[in-house]
């Protein structure tokens, strides 16, 4: 049962106006800024640091980056569960818990044990932020789906304006004390954002895209999507298809370079002779490219076709990190930042709508859930595999070459990638 979208106090007609989906995508991009800022892209600042003051290899520091991912996506399945019961606001609200908790502990740590709890506690809360919101949007829009959920997305992108922000603090304040900032942000802006978000439109006097206002009513009845030919599918029927186990293999392959390059960046520019400060800038640029990409890839899928944008952006993403593999100059950081920025950025967004074109939006949150959840048991030794080879040949080289391979081979399985037949009962 869907309480959020059944509870009676909500079933009221929304005010005219602006479509209220847009209002979701709105606090959606802002959550992921604050989530992403500090426990995702800004991992690589706060990696630098503790590294200065702890012995630590770097193989063992970057696990546990490994590790939150791991949990972050590997648990999606039970969050898109929760979400498909209970809504959106009760697990996102949860997950922001979470990862303010997270952040307290870090602030505390005086063991690598105590940073993996950390992150532990970090990751557990982060796969509430990759399923919930993304699952409302998938109900609220159809039509501009794949562009709304690239601007939510965005917000992942634009959480590298946060990477000089954390590096002043960390200089000027030192990171213990960011990170006790950083939870407090979580609970002071994330809470209130949380109680914005609706997971479908109806029981508000929305319809989807809002051309329309319905009649309240329950929202737990059959819905109709034309997308999966009739129905949607169940999360058991996905499950029986080969498109699915196409876009959770390409889903996978498609961010193991990214993985690898984010805990270690700074480190990596700065031993090929690039000054410390315009790395810090080059995970800036990074996910302000990603942002472009999430949008431009959004409005590209929508009008070309979700899976011709994702083939062509596994080529340039390939390419993009074998330049970053070869950087000695600037400029060839910023031809990185613009190829492998902005297409990561747009399987951020073209796989989300890939799944409710083909599977229809019913199952949104436990499909994208199962289609998350293998990805991090590959990405788990990225990180740590990455330092290793630096710790032990001298040089990240290898391993980015061999991830930009890995890229390339993706490629073969997006020209597969068809709609499933539709559902014979």
């Known amino acids: ?31 992921y800024i604050l989530a992403a800022g500090v426990i995702y892209y800004g991992f690589a600042v706060f990696f630098n640091a503790i590294l200065g003051e702890y012995p630590w290899s770097k193989a063992a520091t970057a696990a546990a980056f490994g590790m939150m991912q ?25 997950g922001t818990v979470l990862l303010a908790m997270g952040c307290f502990v870090l602030s505390k740590l005086d063991s690598l ?40 997305l ?13 590096d002043w603090g960390i200089q000027g304040y030192g990171w213990r004390a960011v990170y006790v900032a950083a939870g407090a942000a979580a609970i002071v802006l ?14 508000y006097g929305h319809a989807v895209d809002g051309k329309s206002t319905p009649v309240d009513g329950d929202a737990r009845g059959p819905r109709t999507d034309a997308e999966s030919a009739g129905r949607p599918l169940t999360a058991r029927e996905a499950l029986r298809t080969r498109a699915f186990w196409l876009i959770t293999v390409l889903f996978a ?21 690039i000054e410390p400060g315009l790395a810090v800038l080059g995970i800036t640029g990074l996910t302000v490219a990603s942002a472009v990409g999430m949008i431009g890839g959004g409005a590209l899928g929508d009008q070309r076709g979700n899976r011709h944008v994702l083939i062509g952006a596994l ?17 060839q950081l910023l031809v990185f930042v613009v190829m492998a920025g902005s297409t990561a950025g747009a399987f951020n967004s073209i796989v989300p709508a890939l799944i409710a074109e083909y599977f229809g939006t019913r199952s949104f949150a436990q499909i994208l859930g199962l289609v998350y959840a293998p990805a991090p048991f590959i990405w788990f030794g990225i990180p740590s595999s990455a330092g290793w080879v630096a710790d032990h040949f001298g040089t990240y080289r290898p391993a980015w070459l061999a991830l930009a391979a890995l890229i390339l081979a993706a490629v073969p399985l997006a020209l597969m990638l068809r709609p499933p037949a539709p559902p014979t009962s």
């Open 154 to 166: 965005s917000g992942f992108g634009l959480s590298g304006f946060l990477a000089p922000v954390l």
């Open 315 to 331: 080529l340039v993403h390939a390419v993009g990190i074998l330049i970053f593999a070869t950087v000695s100059q600037p400029w």
């Open 113 to 152: 044990l105590v940073f993996f709890l950390g992150f532990f506690i970090a990751g557990l809360g982060f796969g509430a932020y990759l399923t919930a919101p993304l699952a409302a949007i998938g109900n609220w829009f159809r039509a501009r789906r794949t562009l709304a959920i690239g601007l939510a």
């Open 190 to 203: 994330g809470i209130p954002l949380c109680l914005l978000l609706r997971y479908r439109p109806e029981p």
């Open 70 to 94: 791991l949990e972050g996506y590997s648990l999606s399945p039970f969050w898109g569960l929760l979400v498909s019961r209970f809504g959106t606001r009760g697990p996102m609200l949860v």
């Open 253 to 273: 392959f498609s961010f193991l370079a990214m993985t690898g390059i984010y805990p270690h960046m700074v480190t990596y520019l700065t031993g090929t002779g």
């Open 1 to 31: 049962m869907d309480y959020e979208a059944t509870s009676p106090s909500h079933a009221r007609r929304a005010p005219p106006g602006i479509f209220f989906g847009w209002y979701i995508v709105a606090a959606t991009i802002v959550l």
